[in-house]
């Protein structure tokens, strides 16, 4: 069986995981200044490449799924982009957004900025 290799608990049991200080020393942010310096389109095909994969039940390949967003309309016609965080516990049995939103929230705020970005909302 291979380990786990905790990435968005690596760090709970510091004093104050939640802090902005906390995530910056953690690398916190660096992600988000790599995908602004490649551009939209790098950032999904970096995340398709990486196989990451939705947290609900499903698992859908994000970089799959977000490159379902047609790119490129501009002008009058465009239509917006939006980006929905769903962190509804309604899942029989589950608790798993709650506790990542509590003690790292700055995962949740550095995700959804790269993934606004990504998708052009």
């Known amino acids: 069986m ?8 690596r760090f709970w ?8 200080d906390t995530y910056r020393r953690h690398g916190g942010y ?4 790599r995908a ?22 499903a698992g859908f390949p994000t970089g799959t799924k977000w490159s379902f967003i047609p790119q490129g309309d501009e002008g009058p016609a465009a239509k917006p982009h939006y980006l929905v965080i769903n962190a509804d516990e309604s899942e029989p049995g589950t608790c798993k957004d709650i506790p990542l939103m509590m003690t790292t929230p700055h995962f949740l705020v550095e995700g959804a900025i790269i993934a606004a970005y990504a998708i052009r909302a």
């Open 30 to 33: 660096q992600a988000l200044e």
């Open 36 to 57: 602004l310096a490649m551009g939209p389109d790098g950032v999904i095909t970096t995340v398709k490449d990486s196989g990451l994969r939705g947290r609900g039940g």
């Open 13 to 20: 049991d510091d004093p104050e995981p939640w802090t902005l």
């Open 2 to 9: 291979t380990p786990l290799t905790p990435v968005l608990s």
